[in-house]
């Protein structure tokens, strides 16, 4: 590639152009890190939301558009595994990758764990069990918690603090799914496993149809309830962390949080508006998130994580 590529200054713009148009509440929450943080999360986030548009034919997580999933998987694949050998790309989001790769020594195998999440999609994999959903959702996010766990300074060696940077992530894409289920639906996806469908009498396919939407809530307030249980575990492994680092965790949780529960409020009107978190609310989670951060090692003293949660592969 031409050696007048960008320099490193004009991907993290890049990047944080990439994370304010996606993601209003990550982008609230990535501005508590230290700086050296919070460039290289912008970094990731890039490279994760321009493999989520190339498979769902996105723009930033916008309304989808007709795509080959195929293609933009085989896409994804040969710009990252060039990304990862540190070539230079050409694509400011796995450019972005290369960068923050390179800088912190990210396990290539996290990189790939996140790849199988979105060849699942392109498969059009659906769950049978809750255990399959929490497989899916480690791919798609957990793994994307332990690679923000190496980019906030924890060693891969940690495991304790990585499974509960996995259960954020895993938190955070219950609430993505539970929030989504209508759309999801409308692209032909249903992430809500077959056997949970079985036990409500809801036909494959219909759980949108107006006969099964109180039925339907009762899965819903499920999805939130694990998404909570998951974000209360994670929040166990902040004070390995720094106090910014922390801050910024506690706060995406709480901003998340409020989501599902948002979701699960609403009843058979969940889906009427995609739920969302004001800018209010957002920086009222910033603020307790601080002091949450402040006493972290007395509110979340080391206990067992919960053998009920799913544990992600090793």
């Not at 148009?21 to 700086?35: E, H, I, K, N, Q």
């Not at 548009?53 to 933009?72: F, S, T």
């Not at 409308?186 to 949970?196: I, Q």
Request: glycine share 8%; hydrophobic share 45%; aromatic share 8%.
């Amino acid at each position: 590639m031409s050696s007048r590529l960008p320099g490193r200054a004009a991907f993290v713009a890049t990047a944080q152009e990439a994370i304010a148009r996606g993601s209003g509440s990550f982008a609230a929450a990535s501005r508590l890190f230290d700086r050296r943080t919070r460039e290289r999360a912008w970094l990731l986030y890039a490279w994760c939301r321009a493999c989520d548009d190339l498979a769902d034919g996105q723009d930033h997580g916008g309304a989808a558009q007709a795509a080959d999933a195929r293609a933009g998987l085989a896409r994804i694949r040969l710009l990252t595994e060039a990304a990862l050998a540190g070539q230079q790309v050409g694509d400011p989001a796995f450019d972005a990758l290369r960068i923050v790769a390179a800088e912190t020594g990210l396990p290539h195998h996290l990189v790939w764990d996140l790849v199988e999440g979105f060849a699942l999609d392109a498969a059009g994999w659906r769950p049978r069990h809750a255990a399959d959903l929490h497989r899916y959702c480690y791919h798609v996010a957990g793994a994307v918690g332990c690679m923000m766990a190496v980019i906030m300074g924890i060693p891969p060696e940690d495991t304790a603090t990585h499974d509960r940077a996995c259960d954020l992530g895993i938190a955070f894409q219950l609430a993505n799914i539970v929030r989504d289920i209508d759309a999801d639906d409308r692209m032909g996806r249903c992430y809500l496993p077959d056997d949970w469908l079985a036990e409500m009498d809801i036909p494959p396919g219909q759980h949108m149809k107006p006969p099964f939407r109180q039925r339907l809530t009762v899965l819903a307030g499920r999805l939130a309830g694990s998404a909570a249980d998951y974000a209360a575990s994670a929040r166990a492994g902040t004070p390995a962390l720094g106090f910014r680092s922390a801050w910024a965790v506690l706060a995406a949780a709480g901003i998340y949080g409020d989501i599902a529960r948002k979701v699960a409020d609403r009843g058979e009107h969940a889906w009427d508006r995609r739920a969302a978190t004001s800018g209010f609310e957002k920086i009222g989670w910033i603020a307790r998130a601080w002091w949450q951060a402040l006493r972290r090692r007395d509110l979340y003293r080391a206990a067992p994580r919960d053998p009920a949660l799913w544990t992600r592969p090793r």
